[in-house]
């Protein structure tokens, strides 16, 4: 049975101006996909006037809190007391959001407590993404 938690954060958008402006997301983790992470935003702020899920490795959520990580869509690196940043890149430009450090460190616990890092079931990951990748061909 897969367990999945969600974890509301604040985030705060910063803008070409360097203003801050408030932005819910969602945290979540799911044991069924034990490698990644998911960052919900909700319709109202994002672009497309519709829900956007950014998926990416939760070894690369703990390392970026640390050291600066990531290459791709996806940088995150400490930034000042307390604060965490995280750069998302897509076609449509950039949202640099910066979040609490603390709520990502306690997000990353519980996912360590439901899935501890080195424990995840790879090959099972694997073999969900290529059928969906194929479509049980």
Excluded at 11 to 18: F, H, N, S, W, Y
Excluded at 27 to 36: C, E, F, K, N, Q
Excluded at 80 to 105: K, W, Y
């Amino acid at each position: 049975m897969d367990i999945t938690f969600e974890q509301p954060a604040r985030a705060r958008l910063i803008t070409a101006e360097d203003q801050e402006v408030p932005v819910p997301a969602t945290l979540r983790y799911t044991s069924g996909d034990p490698l990644a992470v998911f960052v919900d935003f909700p319709a109202e702020v994002t672009l497309g006037g519709e829900e956007v899920t950014w998926t990416f490795a939760r070894s690369l959520l703990d390392q970026g809190l640390d050291v600066p990580a990531g290459r791709g869509d996806v940088h995150i690196w400490p930034c000042g007391r307390g604060r965490t940043a995280v750069e998302f890149h897509s076609p449509h430009g950039l949202a640099l959001l910066q979040f609490d450090t603390q709520a990502l460190v306690r997000f990353l616990q519980r996912s360590h407590e439901v899935v501890a890092p080195g424990e995840e079931d790879v090959e099972a990951v694997v073999e969900r993404g290529l059928s969906a990748l194929f479509g049980g061909v």
